[in-house]
């Protein structure tokens, strides 16, 4: 078989594999509703666990999903809709909003540099762990602004979302947050993607709060990316 013709089998092959798994895996999660059923964790290790026992290289895994990685783009766009659907929330809560993006965004950012320092990992580890706490793609735009690995920052969102998600409900119980709003920044900010589906299995007004939260954070953390880069290269 042609070289060619073979890594186009094998792309196919890889594009299938993941959209397969990932609707096994969203369907499981409907059913049992847990956060190790998680569509984002489960496609993960999924994945990671065949292309170990193919042997596949991360350049072959890509080469047939990169397309799904071009549909961030969309998606970042997309995100423009909660924004303009929770105006009116804007309007009354915009300092509170404020205070606690910029809050929130510096302790994730600090703690994760924080972190990496203590561990002494490699400045591009480093880098790519600063975009951890906002969703994908805003992180992996933060990533490249400032010098990371995007893919290696992807997966750190991951871990992060579904482990956030996972103690935001002990957090909850631990924490008297009787206000909804309250409850769906914590997800939004703490667990971005995971961490809002997590608050609209709360309540209505959690899941709307978090999802606010979430992109306000993203487009916060890219904004503030030209200007920490020169910084921390």
């Known amino acids: 078989m042609p070289a060619e013709v073979h890594s186009i089998l094998w792309a196919v092959f890889w594009a299938m594999a993941t959209l397969v798994i990932y609707g096994i895996?969203?369907?499981?999660?409907r059913r049992l509703g847990r956060w190790w059923t998680s569509p984002l964790l489960v496609t993960w290790l999924a994945c990671l666990a065949l292309a170990f026992s193919l042997h596949a290289t991360y350049g072959e895994y890509i080469k047939g999903t990169h397309w799904l990685v071009t549909l961030l783009g969309p998606a970042t766009v997309a995100?423009?809709?909660?924004?303009?659907?929770?105006?009116?929330?804007?309007?009354?809560?915009?300092l509170i909003l404020a205070i606690g993006i910029v809050a929130g965004t510096t302790i994730a950012i600090g703690s994760s540099w924080v972190l990496a320092s203590v561990l002494n990992l490699s400045p591009s580890l480093r880098?790519?762990?600063?975009?951890?706490?906002?969703?994908?793609?805003?992180a992996i735009a933060f990533s490249q602004?400032?010098?990371?690995?995007?893919?290696?920052?992807a997966t750190c969102v991951v871990i992060t979302g579904?482990?956030?998600a996972a103690l935001g409900e002990l957090v909850l119980k631990l924490l008297?947050?009787?206000?909804?709003?309250a409850r769906g920044a914590l997800f939004?900010?703490?667990?971005h993607?995971?961490?809002?589906?997590?608050?609209?299995?709360?309540?209505?007004?959690?899941?709307?709060?978090?999802?606010?939260?979430?992109?306000?954070?993203?487009?916060?953390?890219?904004?503030?990316?030209p200007i920490l880069a020169p910084c921390l290269r």
């Open 145 to 153: 602004d400032v010098g990371g690995i995007p893919e290696l920052t």
């Open 127 to 138: 880098l790519s762990l600063l975009p951890r706490s906002v969703s994908t793609p805003f």
């Open 162 to 164: 579904v482990v956030g």
């Open 176 to 181: 008297p947050l009787r206000s909804s709003f």
């Open 188 to 191: 939004g900010m703490g667990a």
């Open 79 to 94: 995100f423009a809709m909660p924004i303009y659907e929770q105006r009116d929330m804007i309007r009354r809560h915009w």
């Open 25 to 29: 895996s969203l369907l499981t999660h």
């Open 193 to 225: 993607g995971a961490g809002t589906a997590r608050a609209r299995q709360v309540g209505a007004e959690e899941g709307s709060v978090a999802g606010l939260v979430m992109v306000l954070a993203g487009l916060a953390s890219v904004l503030v990316a």
